[in-house]
């Protein structure tokens, strides 16, 4: 992307943040100031009017949620004057990406950063037994990843570099799987699976295919093609975000239009 595009989103990040602010802390103080007055026979628009006066509220701006529907101010001690957290969660994630920009290794793996096509981490990622890739494995694999990822045939489902030598583990979405299903429901039945789930097992066995597909072009280190579609079936019957909506939601969509 040109710099000059660049410059041009930075910029327009910051667009109108006088007004955003402004009414944003509107409603943060006004969350507070109610929360250390009497409720006792409050006339809730007359203290809204007189603590926006105090405060010199340009009239031309208004506040972001007006009292009548501002969850912050009635809806629960867990909710209670806490909108102004929304603003220290800016400054905090400010802080720590100015702490990642400033480190020595910057944001990312450079060793992955620097691949084409910009390879998630866990491909290169270390093994059950902690063992870490090398730099020249992790070379090799990136290679064979671009090399195989549209192949068809035996040839494309090669193990990739550094696969021999790793153990690999059970990934989040099979470590969800069982905690919703049962220990022994994670095994490599996707009629049992869909028994559990209550999806249609021709639907999970097209995940199931996508996911074997998939692993041409990247996979944890160790993993077989097999254990990469039961992977990926198992984040979809968990309905996670990966897969039941981003890379399969036209199957959920499906799952959904059943019920």
């Not at 602010?21 to 009017?49: C, G, Q, R, W």
């Not at 006066?53 to 340009?58: G, H, I, S």
């Not at 620097?114 to 998630?120: I, L, N, W």
């Not at 040839?155 to 022994?184: C, L």
Request: glycine fraction near 10%.
């Amino acid at each position: 992307m040109p710099k000059e595009l660049v410059d041009k989103i930075k910029k327009a990040s910051t667009f109108n943040q006088g007004f955003e602010t402004t009414e944003y802390l509107a409603s943060a103080i006004m969350d507070m100031k109610f929360h250390l007055t009497d409720p006792s026979n409050i006339d809730v628009d007359k203290f809204e009017k007189e603590t926006l006066d105090d405060l010199k509220m340009p009239s031309e701006l208004p506040m972001r949620h007006r009292t009548p529907h501002f969850g912050h101010v009635f809806s629960g001690e867990g909710y209670a004057t806490a909108y102004y957290g929304y603003m220290w969660a800016d400054v905090l994630t400010s802080d720590a990406s100015e702490a990642f920009a400033e480190a020595p290794g910057g944001f990312y793996d450079k060793d992955v950063a620097k691949k084409k096509g910009s390879q998630p981490k866990k491909y290169y990622a270390k093994d059950a037994d902690g063992d870490e890739m090398s730099k020249s494995t992790k070379d090799k694999r990136a290679a064979h990843f671009q090399k195989n990822k549209d192949k068809e045939g035996e040839d494309a489902f090669k193990p990739a570099p550094g696969d021999s030598q790793a153990d690999t583990k059970p990934s989040q979405h099979t470590k969800k799987y069982k905690k919703m299903f049962g220990e022994g429901a994670a095994d490599k039945s996707l009629q049992k699976k869909a028994d559990k789930s209550g999806m249609p097992v021709g639907i999970l066995k097209q995940v199931y295919k996508r996911g074997v597909a998939a692993w041409k072009g990247g996979h944890r280190p160790g993993t077989t093609p097999e254990q990469w579609g039961h992977a990926r079936v198992n984040s979809f019957v968990t309905k996670s975000k990966g897969t039941w909506g981003g890379a399969d939601k036209d199957l959920a969509k499906q799952v959904r239009g059943r019920k």
